[in-house]
């Protein structure tokens, strides 16, 4: 009867260390969020929930208790249940707007430093937690139906049921739009940015979702345990989860929840070793060797994981694409309403300096539209900056950009990018740990189906897009001649097959302009031609085109306009021929001698 | 009056901090991460001077020996844990560092036990000025924190030593390609960081009375705020960040809230990380 | 022939699967000027890393002096008498001239690293102006003397050279192959990969032409200059 308890007990607690792991790996392992105050998120739940469903003072059951707490609202548990997620939920929030610009480093520590804040004002205000002494009478759900003897049985099956529904949600969100979309921005937000999605508000939802997560946790810890004070959310909590997770596998929920039934048979298993022989008199002996070996085993662990098990034990596995229904319609071409004789691009002034270095100084031009522009020039010259610049990767210090007569100057990168302007990477940034067809899916997405709202419930709509994209991805495919690298993890494929897969995800969503940053570099001669067969074959269909180009035989063959640029300025334009006879652009860029 | 006491306490904490942020970041500069096991020099440092005093040297020399002692297990943990990953980016890094903390953390309550020991400090009569008593204690952590930042300074500007860590923080690669070899500034610049990070323990410890197994672990938030307040990797920055940081935690605590000290140095520091996300010497953008 | 400084000799390198450099020979002679050339992607940065040690060769050898040094660490190629200036960022920013020397000369003695920067001031005048200026804000030429006097300090026997003309002004950009043919008297043997070949193959005595990751040709500097293929080909008209 004792092992049955002792064993339920341990199942709820591995139970909620799985939900605080998933939760955290919806933060981390997919959106990449380094959230080293996950305890917050737990204790403001536990209170929440706790002061919530305490007897209200002067009540009888607080009497009869001989309470000594100050505030309790005497609501029912499933009540405390709902506070615990808001509390959690919006905690998160709190804490994902006021970091929200941090970068990786300075999140950790801060949310780090913000749980310790939390906990010092939860020991510090004790009218509302009775700080160290804490609150002994925290209701237990339905305490007076069962027997004391069934009791841990009956909250293990709430416990199960609770953490089962959300689990089973989370990994439907994980498998939506939004989840596709998180995991995206955790191997590359500034290449998400870039093809139009709003990553802030996106990790700034799976930060919520994952506080409001921990925030359950909590209440269902504190009414399993009915006690609850402060010295209970410490830092190192935050860093069992952790351990749960990176043991179990990031990304994977699975693995996350499997990890916290390996922590928790870990940790208790420290317990036996007071009886092992030869330790059991050092246990004796020094009241501090027991919990501080469990504390060691538990650095040990982190260590060893990290350093061994890097994919965990269930590491995230690779998503294969369902099989696409029926046929692939040729997709519409989108609707391109433009200013009739706006051309497509125009750079007015435009001016970035980096440190002593001008690195766009006062550039001009204007892109004609339907035309492929070829922009050339020495190492050094500005041609990648002025696409960052374009595509609102880098602020201009001055000068003002439009893009088909409307000014974008200074724009987000993903305002831009729902303007209609694309761009590639010199070095393709794609998202290595997700297939080739899920980068095409991600890229093709509409924005109102990455929604929260849309990743749980998925209505006709929601599902007609997802069958829409997978025809587009489809099509993609097959007009790049790479059908069979749909599976494929896009961090395998070969430099060439990169700069391919990154041209596709650009004609997932087919903007009006695409800016290519060196789509030949890198690429065999014969694949090459294919690829700029490919760009004309879109620009007879509308597009736009700026590339960046080195080969000097491609530039001249497929662009009908060439921009020359040399020190951050345009040094000539014209037509190819022109450009290739020009005195300047010879001694500065082609190394003739003309004299 | 109190005003004028609160300053003194507060830059004496301030120096504390300051001292202790400094050898964080002088880490953190050329490994580019944030050290969580860095508090666990400061508590090793305190329990070496410990033990050390207690056998009968005297504190000052037990002080020095205590941070050399430190420095060396700096370049341990160095070598054992963080240098096999630094190909792999930041968070094994972070996460093995914590893992560090809490093994050092508690192998040393197993050894010492959980609660906190007095520190052998003898009594001093505090020094009267104009009618202020300012605790001689103070003065001494002040000073000597003062004499450390300004080593580390000349170490910095004036030395071989201190040029190439500069060229290893400020290029990695081309401080290889100029031919310095990585390793050995590597192992050097461990080295004084932990050794810092001993002293700043010590000074932890007078400031307390008492040496704790947790003292390190809980005062790396503090540590945390100077740097980053600083700018990371900027040694100045985390100077002038600690002692911003202890006079907000000793002026917020006389005036505010005696129970939020800590509070206050986040507070200060989410404000200004709000302000300026990368810290005051940090640059812009 | 026995007066190579440095040697290559059937080197392949690439990163990882990517095979880049397919059996690369090529040497320079003590007190030779070399140039590197080619298209785009043909390899050229590559070789200079696997020269250098950046790159590990997966197959062939470097000498230096004689003395194989292939798949030594960069430091080692240093104490060995390599020098390497890269492409960009090739000076630390956050430190002053001076100090940028001094990292320069950290091997040498004291009295001698201080003489070593003498003579480098000696050479590059400018440099002695802006002794204690931070090195962040000199301009892309200053840079590269900067990079260059501090490439040289330790008296390497070899010296290579990454694109020295990139990013830099046109009129700078002839100045600095000035630079490099006048450091001719010191002695030192340069190898030097460039795209603005037309214009840095008057400064040096000898160049390769590399394409596909292999050497197509050697010829003197002249000839190639004469060669109208290669003018076709890789010069640019």
């Known amino acids: ?595 | 009056m109190i005003f004028v006491q609160t300053l003194v306490y507060g830059l004496a904490l301030g120096g504390v901090i300051a001292v202790s942020a400094v050898g964080l970041t002088l880490a953190y500069g050329v490994t580019r991460f944030i050290n969580f096991a860095f508090g666990e020099f400061l508590t090793l440092g305190a329990f070496f001077c410990l033990l050390l005093a207690q056998a009968g040297l005297g504190l000052a020399w037990a002080g020095l020996a205590a941070a050399v002692a430190v420095g060396a297990v700096g370049v341990l943990v160095e070598r054992a844990f963080y240098d096999p990953l630094m190909s792999r980016g930041l968070l094994p890094l972070l996460v093995t560092s914590v893992g560090v903390a809490f093994v050092v953390q508690n192998l040393i309550r197993i050894f010492a036990g959980s609660n906190p020991v007095r520190f052998p400090l003898p009594l001093m009569r505090p020094i009267e000025v104009g009618g202020l008593f300012i605790p001689r204690e103070q003065l001494i952590i002040l000073g000597v924190a003062l004499v450390t930042m300004l080593a580390v300074h000349l170490l910095l500007r004036f030395t071989m030593l201190g040029k190439k860590m500069r060229a290893v923080a400020d290029d990695p690669m081309l401080a290889r390609v100029a031919g310095i070899s990585s390793r050995r500034v590597l192992d050097a610049t461990w080295f004084v960081s932990a050794m810092i990070g001993a002293l700043g323990g010590i000074l932890l410890a007078i400031t307390q009375i008492t040496v704790a197994p947790q003292m390190g672990w809980h005062f790396l938030l503090v540590v945390f705020a100077a740097v980053l307040l600083g700018g990371i990797g900027s040694p100045y920055g985390a100077m002038i960040g600690g002692l911003l940081i202890g006079l907000a935690m000793e002026l917020g605590a006389t005036y505010v809230a005696a129970n939020y000290s800590y509070a206050f140095a986040f507070i200060m520091l989410i404000l200004v990380l709000i302000l300026r996300p990368r810290g005051l010497m940090g640059g812009s953008g | ?237």
């Not at chain 3, 301009?139 to 300090?153: F, K, P």
């Not at chain 3, 008057?202 to 190639?224: F, I, K, N, Q």
């Open chain 3, 1 to 237: 022939m026995s007066d190579a400084v440095l040697r290559a000799g059937g080197v392949d390198a690439g990163y990882g699967a990517l095979q880049i450099l397919f059996g690369v020979d090529l040497e320079v002679r003590q007190g030779e000027h070399v140039l590197v050339f080619g298209p785009n992607g043909a390899g050229k940065s590559t070789l200079i890393k696997a020269l250098f040690g950046l790159v590990k060769p997966s197959a062939g050898h470097v000498t230096l002096a004689g003395r194989d040094v292939t798949g030594r660490a960069p430091e080692g190629m240093v104490a060995h008498g390599m020098a390497y200036v890269p492409q960009v960022s090739n000076v630390f920013g956050s430190m002053t001239v001076l100090e940028n020397l001094e990292i320069g000369g950290a091997r040498l003695s004291r009295s001698r690293r201080e003489a070593r920067i003498e003579e480098m001031v000696a050479l590059f005048p400018v440099l002695g102006d802006r002794r204690k200026q931070s090195a962040g804000t000199l301009s892309g030429g200053e840079r590269q003397m900067l990079a260059l006097a501090r490439a040289l300090i330790p008296e390497p026997s070899v010296l290579l050279l990454d694109e020295p003309s990139a990013g830099v002004a046109p009129k700078i950009v002839e100045e600095i192959f000035h630079l490099v043919s006048g450091l001719r008297r010191t002695g030192v043997s340069v190898l030097m990969i460039e795209q603005n070949a037309r214009q840095a193959l008057p400064h040096v005595d000898r160049g390769y032409v590399l394409e596909g990751g292999a050497v197509r040709m050697t010829d003197t500097a002249a000839s190639l200059l004469d060669n109208a293929e290669i003018s076709k080909l890789y010069l640019g008209g």
């Open chain 1, 1 to 595: 009867m004792d092992l049955i308890a002792f064993a339920t007990g341990l199942v709820s607690l591995a139970l909620v260390y799985g939900l605080l792991a998933i939760g955290l790996n919806l933060q981390f392992g997919f959106a990449g969020v380094i959230n080293f105050g996950y305890v917050a998120f737990f204790a403001a739940g536990a209170f929440a929930s706790a002061i919530v469903t305490l007897p209200a003072p002067g009540t009888e059951a607080y009497l009869d208790a001989s309470a000594r707490y100050q505030i309790g609202l005497g609501l029912p548990v499933w009540s405390g249940f709902l506070a615990a997620g808001l509390a959690g939920g919006l905690l998160a929030l709190f804490i994902g707007a006021v970091s929200a610009r941090l970068a990786t480093h300075y999140l950790a520590v801060a949310t780090f430093a913000m749980a310790e804040v939390v906990r010092s004002v939860l020991g510090n205000e004790t009218w509302l937690t009775r700080g160290e002494f804490g609150i002994s009478n925290v209701p237990q759900p339905l305490g007076e139906v069962f027997a004391p003897e069934s009791y841990a049985l009956f909250y293990l099956a709430l416990t199960a049921v609770v953490v089962g529904l959300i689990f089973a949600a989370l990994r439907h969100l994980g498998e939506a739009p939004f989840g596709r979309l998180l995991r995206a921005i955790k191997d590359d937000e500034l290449s998400a940015r870039v093809l139009g999605k709003r990553t802030a508000r996106a990790k700034l939802r799976a930060l919520a979702i994952g506080g409001a997560v921990g925030g359950v946790a909590g209440a269902l810890w504190t009414h399993s345990l009915g006690v609850i004070h402060v010295g209970q959310f410490v830092p190192i909590v935050t860093f069992q989860v952790w351990l749960a997770m990176l043991m179990g596998g990031t990304g994977n929920h699975w693995g996350a929840m499997l990890g916290a039934f390996v922590l928790v048979a870990i940790r208790e298993g420290t317990r036996f070793v007071g009886e092992v022989p030869g330790l059991d008199q050092i246990a004796a002996s020094n009241p501090s060797f027991l919990p501080s070996l469990r504390f060691v085993l538990i650095g040990l662990l982190l260590i060893a994981v990290v350093r061994f098990f890097p994919g965990g034990l269930l590491p995230e596995r690779r998503r294969r694409a369902p099989a696409t229904p029926g046929t692939s319609p040729a997709s519409p071409a989108p609707a391109r309403p433009v200013a009739p004789d706006a051309p497509a691009l125009e750079v007015i002034s435009l001016r970035k300096r980096f440190g002593g270095l001008a690195a766009v100084d006062n550039a001009n031009f204007a892109i004609r539209r339907g035309s492929i522009t070829g922009l050339i020039g020495p190492n050094g010259a500005g041609k990648s900056t002025m696409i960052d610049l374009l595509s609102g990767v880098q602020r201009p210090d001055s000068g003002t950009i439009r893009l088909a007569g409307e000014e974008i100057t200074g724009l987000a990168p993903e305002q831009i990018a729902d303007r209609g302007l694309g761009r590639t990477f010199q070095t393709p940034r794609l998202y290595p740990s997700m297939t080739v067809w899920e980068n095409l899916m991600v890229a093709g997405m509409p924005q109102p189906n990455e929604t929260l709202r849309a990743g749980f419930l998925r209505s006709g709509a929601h599902r007609e897009a997802e069958v829409q994209a997978a025809l587009r991805a489809d099509t993609v495919l097959t007009e790049l001649e790479v059908p069979h690298m749909r599976d494929e993890l896009a961090g395998t494929l070969s430099g060439g097959q990169r700069k391919l897969l990154s041209l596709g995800r650009l004609m997932m969503r087919d903007p009006p302009v695409m800016l290519l940053d060196e789509p030949a570099a890198g690429v065999n001669r014969r694949l090459a031609g294919d690829l700029f067969d490919r760009i004309t074959k879109l620009n007879r269909q509308g597009t736009t085109f700026l590339i960046v180009e080195h080969e000097m035989q491609l530039v001249m063959r497929y662009c009908d306009h060439v921009i020359v640029m040399h020190q951050g300025r345009v040094l000539a334009e014209g037509t190819p021929a022109e450009v290739r006879a020009n005195a300047d652009v010879i001694e500065a860029y082609l190394g003739g001698a003309v004299a």
